[in-house]
């Protein structure tokens, strides 16, 4: 099966613009989360979706958003990006085999100037 | 409060020499997934092995072994036979609940190994 996909690989935006970054998953997981990772704070989890709805979420602004398709693809959006929000943001898929593994995509490294 | 602990910032090891990579984890859940995941520079997570908190035997995943410990909420990863593409970040990672009750991982701070010829 081919892995988890993430696009684009590489973004740079600046400060008060918007992102979306997407994922595809695993063929035949439909279940989706999404980190964010930073040197400062590691890896934090942003949330996850499972079937179109979104089941769990942490602790980031509103402006983080995401959302589901009906074909499990995911996207994340951040609006009135800030220079904080420079990061690795990866995407992870998984079933209900092996402990529900997540399996990680690329990343995406999103810049903000 | 979940949480992870991993006490490594960085470690060397000679190659084709055993390394293992601690982590302490903290859970009031009885129900819980360990794993391992090695981050290269290049940024991509790939998964190395996984640990259910009912699995009675440790894991093993071909070099890879969990030595878990569940009294002493222990799961470190040992590595044998170093090679140098394991030179990377290794992550260890929870989640809580088992059976579709969630995808949150809750990550270690991660220890950058460098593997020496």
């Known amino acids: 099966k081919a892995g988890v996909t993430q696009t684009p690989r590489y973004l740079i935006k600046t400060r008060g613009q918007q992102v979306t970054l997407s994922c595809s998953p695993i063929?035949?997981?439909?279940?989706v989360s999404w980190y964010q990772q930073t040197p400062g704070q590691g890896l934090q989890f942003l949330f996850e979706y499972f079937s179109e709805t979104q089941r769990n979420k942490g602790n980031f602004p509103g402006r983080f958003s995401g959302r589901q398709f009906s074909n499990s693809r995911s996207e994340m959006n951040v609006s009135t990006l800030e220079l904080g929000d420079s990061a690795l943001y990866l995407c992870?898929?998984?079933?209900?085999?092996?402990?529900?593994?997540?399996?990680f995509g690329p990343g995406t490294r999103l810049l903000v100037l | 409060a979940q949480k992870i602990t991993q006490t490594q910032p960085g470690m060397f090891v000679q190659e084709k020499e055993a390394v293992t990579l601690d982590c302490t984890y903290d859970?009031?859940?009885?129900?819980?997934?360990l794993f391992w995941y090695k981050q290269p520079s290049s940024g991509e997570m790939i998964f190395l092995i996984y640990?259910?908190?009912?699995?009675?035997q440790n894991a093993t995943e071909g070099r890879y072994s969990l030595n878990f410990q569940k009294a002493r909420k222990s799961a470190n990863l040992v590595i044998s036979a170093s090679q140098l593409g394991d030179s990377a970040m290794y992550f260890c990672a929870m989640r809580e609940g088992l059976n579709n009750q969630g995808g949150k991982l809750i990550f270690g701070q991660g220890t950058e190994l460098s593997v020496k010829p």
């Open positions: 992870a898929s998984w079933d209900r085999a092996r402990g529900e593994t997540q399996y």
């Open positions: 859970t009031s859940d009885p129900s819980y997934g």
């Open positions: 063929s035949g997981h439909r279940s």
């Open positions: 640990q259910g908190s009912y699995d009675q």
